[in-house]
């Protein structure tokens, strides 16, 4: 596609509840990471994949937190158990090369717990 | 370690310049982007910085500093569209790491 693309755009659940996030990123690109925003925080890594190298999960927050890319192309973010704490938008970009163009964000999914 | 510094909000006034200073401290430094965030919206580049100095693109410019683990975004002509975060991100052995980014507000 034109741009990375990320469902649902919003999502509120319930405390306890699983939850999944879905990343379609640009097509071509190798690498594809996920990082959350909170309130007044920066944006926190969170995993990173690149073609068909083991993913980099050294920013998952706890083992309720998984994710997987299928096909070297759309990734998903799954939550179990969610906690008000994991409120935040869980924003996921692509690259073809991180060092020089950067990433391309999409546009993100803001969770709410309630 | 990873560390990244920038002012968490600044003012400015509609057709001046504004510079956002950032500060890193990157292992295996290889370069530092700029981006623009604007509420409710995802991140978009701005620039990217791997060598020491100034780069120019229109109304923004961005320097380095590689021995003083330095940077800034400047800003000209500001225009109330140019309201938004500015994230500052060091790239370096791991993931973009991005500071909090710095809320620019311009005010007529």
């Known amino acids: 596609g034109a741009g990375v693309s990320q469902s649902p755009s919003n999502k509120v659940t319930e405390k306890g509840k699983d939850v999944e996030l879905r990343c379609d990123p640009i097509?071509?690109?190798?690498?594809l990471y996920w990082y959350r925003q909170s309130l007044g925080q920066g944006l926190e890594f969170l995993i990173y994949?690149?073609?068909?190298?083991?993913?980099?999960k050294s920013g998952l927050p706890s083992d309720r937190f998984s994710a997987e890319r299928t096909g070297g192309s759309v990734s998903t973010l799954t939550i179990q158990r969610t906690q008000q704490e994991d409120s935040a938008v869980y924003l996921c970009?692509?690259?073809?090369?991180?060092?020089?163009?950067?990433?391309?964000f999409g546009s993100g999914t803001r969770l709410t717990v309630v | 370690g990873q560390n990244i510094d920038q002012p968490t909000e600044m003012t400015a006034t509609e057709g001046a310049i504004v510079q956002i200073n950032c500060t890193y401290q990157?292992?295996?430094?290889?370069?530092l982007f700029w981006y623009q965030q604007h509420a409710g919206e995802a991140p978009t580049f701005l620039s990217y910085?791997?060598?020491?100095g100034l780069e120019e693109k229109g109304r923004f410019s961005s320097f380095l500093s590689r021995s003083k683990g330095y940077s800034y975004l400047l800003l000209k002509e500001l225009q109330m569209k140019d309201s938004a975060s500015y994230l500052c991100?060091?790239?370096?052995?791991?993931?973009?790491?991005f500071g909090k980014g710095t809320r620019l507000s311009v005010i007529a």
């Open positions: 991100a060091s790239s370096g052995n791991t993931p973009l790491v």
């Open positions: 097509s071509g690109h190798t690498a």
């Open positions: 990157t292992s295996g430094f290889n370069g």
């Open positions: 994949f690149q073609g068909n190298s083991a993913p980099d």
């Open positions: 910085n791997v060598l020491d």
């Open positions: 970009a692509s690259t073809t090369d991180r060092v020089t163009y950067g990433y391309t």
